[in-house]
C-alpha cells in the first residue's frame, strides 16, 4: 500500500513539473556569462605599421551576441603620427599621445566602437591641454559624441588654470566643442596675450 502511494504521489508530481528548461535558459545565460575573460588585456590597433590606439585592462569579458566588452581598471591611448621635423631631430613620422584616459570599468560596443566609462573617469587631450573628469562619461564612436550624464557633475580643466564643472556635458569632437545642458560653474584665465 505504502509502495503503490508513493508510486502514485510521484508520478503525479512529474507530470505536473518539467525538468526542460530549453532554450529559454540558454538565452537568459548567453547574455549574462562572457564568452571569454582575459586578465591584463591589452588591444592595439595598428595603421601603417603605427599604434593607433592601445586599450588596457585588468579584466576584460567577451560577449559575442551583444558584441560587447565589460572591462574593469581600464585605460586608453589614442596616437597621431607627428611628420617628420614637427616632432624636433626625428627624420621620420612617429606616433604620439594624442590622448589617453582611465575608468574604473566600462562597457564597449566592438561594432560601433562606442563606450559608457565609469566610476572614476579622467580623459586627457594632450593635444587641447584638457583634462575631464567625471563618474560617468559615454563616447559615441560613430557620430564622435562624448557625454556625461545629466545626474553626474563633469569638470573640464584646462592647463592655463581654467576650470568648469556642470552636469549634462556635451562635447563634440568633429568640431572640437563642448557645452551643458545643466547648471555649470567654474572661473576662466585669460591667456597672457589677451589679458595686457
Not at 22 to 39: A, K, N, Q, S, Y
Not at 145 to 174: C, H, N, P
Not at 186 to 196: D, V
Amino acid at each position: 500500500m505504502h509502495r503503490t502511494l508513493a508510486v502514485l504521489v510521484f508520478l503525479s508530481l512529474s507530470s505536473a513539473c518539467s525538468l526542460d528548461y530549453g532554450v529559454t535558459l540558454g538565452e537568459d545565460l548567453d547574455e549574462r556569462i562572457p564568452d571569454t575573460v582575459i586578465f591584463n588585456f591589452v588591444h592595439t590597433i595598428v595603421e601603417n605599421g603605427s599604434p593607433r590606439f592601445r586599450l588596457s585592462a585588468e579584466r576584460a569579458e567577451s560577449f559575442r551576441s551583444t558584441r560587447t566588452l565589460k572591462l574593469a581598471g581600464v585605460s586608453f591611448v589614442e596616437y597621431e603620427r607627428v611628420a617628420p621635423g614637427s616632432n624636433g631631430s626625428r627624420s621620420v613620422a612617429v606616433p604620439v599621445v594624442a590622448a589617453e584616459g582611465r575608468a574604473d570599468s566600462a562597457v564597449f560596443n566592438t561594432e560601433t566602437e562606442s563606450a559608457d566609462l565609469t566610476g572614476k573617469v579622467s580623459v586627457r587631450s594632450a593635444r587641447d591641454g584638457l583634462t575631464v573628469t567625471s563618474a560617468f562619461i559615454s563616447w559615441d564612436g560613430e557620430a564622435r559624441l562624448l557625454e556625461g550624464g545629466s545626474e553626474s557633475v563633469t569638470t573640464i580643466q584646462d592647463d592655463d588654470g581654467s576650470r568648469v564643472s556642470g552636469a549634462g556635458f556635451k562635447a563634440d569632437a568633429a568640431r572640437r566643442s563642448f557645452g551643458f545642458t545643466e547648471r555649470a560653474t567654474g572661473y576662466y584665465s585669460l591667456p597672457a596675450k589677451e589679458a595686457e
